[in-house]
């Protein structure tokens, strides 16, 4: 394969890597896959007390275990992504920071790491718009290209890796449980 063609096609892999990434990074469908994790790593990760501190922060007083349950059977949460580097906005411990109370309240977060992208023959042919000869001759040499991190399938196709520092975030704020008190009030008066 010429060196030209091998640049080009290097590229639209590149291009079809980044997009995975982006994807799985920074859309909320993807996001909300960690969403089944998120009441083990509560229980886990003493979110009660983080909580109980964040609402003492706030001046509110009420029972953190039944905010936390409401919270979690009826997916009160919001979910952003973010960098492991966390936003100034997402407060971990409850205790706010030098500006004073933040508006989130981060109930766990997940970090994407490694993102894989398959192609199987077909797929890297038809990504790269060439016939699968090509594309086999293509993925042969992109194993050994440092811009990628790939593994040949057996069918000639890759399997390649690319990590990032990319995190869910699943937050919740203070209007939000100012609202789920109010559900509960009223809950209780009926």
């Not at 886990?44 to 953190?64: C, F, I, M, P, S």
């Amino acid at each position: 394969m010429k060196s030209e063609i091998y640049e080009e096609l290097a590229d639209k892999l590149e291009t079809a890597i980044e997009w995975q990434v982006e994807y799985e990074s920074s859309h909320d469908d993807a996001g909300g896959e960690y969403a089944c994790c998120l009441p083990d790593a509560c229980a886990y990760n003493n979110a009660e007390k983080r909580l109980a501190k964040y609402l003492e922060t706030h001046g509110v007083e009420y029972d953190a275990e039944t905010i936390l349950k409401e919270l979690l059977n009826w997916d009160q949460y919001e979910i952003h992504a973010g960098h492991i580097f966390t936003d100034s906005r997402f407060d971990y411990l409850g205790e706010g920071n030098y500006r004073g109370p933040q508006p989130y309240l981060i109930l766990d977060s997940f970090p994407v790491g490694e993102v894989h992208v398959q192609f199987c023959l077909p797929d890297l042919a038809s990504m790269l718009e060439v016939d699968e000869q090509s594309a086999r001759e293509f993925s042969a040499i992109a194993i050994d290209d440092r811009r990628f991190c790939c593994r040949r399938e057996t069918d000639g196709g890759l399997l390649c890796f690319e990590n990032t520092d990319s995190v869910w975030y699943y937050v919740v704020s203070m209007e939000t449980i100012e609202g789920i008190i109010s559900d509960i009030e009223c809950s209780y008066i009926v």
